[in-house]
């Protein structure tokens, strides 16, 4: 049996994708909100919320960088981790640090959760405006980076929702997978 993790990338959306966990770019109130965040909470329904609330109740919310877990609802995924990506402001509020933190942070929840199986959405790519291209970098890189020092996790999956994404993300898998 080999230790490494794949990880891979497919064209779709995250709240079909049977994995044990799946991430939100949730927003700091984690009230929920648009974009990805709108189509989790509809499609899981108000379990999601009720644990979001709770957690608002005892943490007052999620800070930028750092990541939330719930329950998925009627979801197929077991756990839905809420990470709050950075807002694109010119690449000088350390953007860059705190996306690579989302990514961090949320496979460590996973781990802690004993997840073997994850998805992430392309995390501030939409609404926060984070240039694509810089995104899926950081985003492959911290994810492997990762997992070549964490053995738990089998997999780790993109669900990229745009063809530009998609295509930006598996590029770097190649690129990573090839050194
Ligand atoms: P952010 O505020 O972090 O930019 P958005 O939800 O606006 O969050 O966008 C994050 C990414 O999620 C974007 O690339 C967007 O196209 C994508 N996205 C939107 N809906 C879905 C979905 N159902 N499944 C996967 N990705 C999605």
Redesign the pocket.
Known sequence: MSNTTQIEAIL?????VTVDAIVN???SSLLG????????HR?GGPVILEDCKKIIARQGGCKTGEAVITRAGNLPANYVIHT??P?WNGGNKQEREKLANCYRNSLQLATDNNCKTIAF??????????P?DEAARIAVRTVADYVKKTYTLHKVLF????EE?YKLICSEIIHSSGN
Do not use: E, Q, R, W
């Open positions: 779709g959306d995250i709240t079909k770019a949730a927003n909100g648009g974009g990805v965040d709108g189509a989790i499609a709050v990506g807002v959405p392309n995390i501030s790519t939409g609404i926060y405006h984070f694509k669900v990229c929702f745009d994404n």
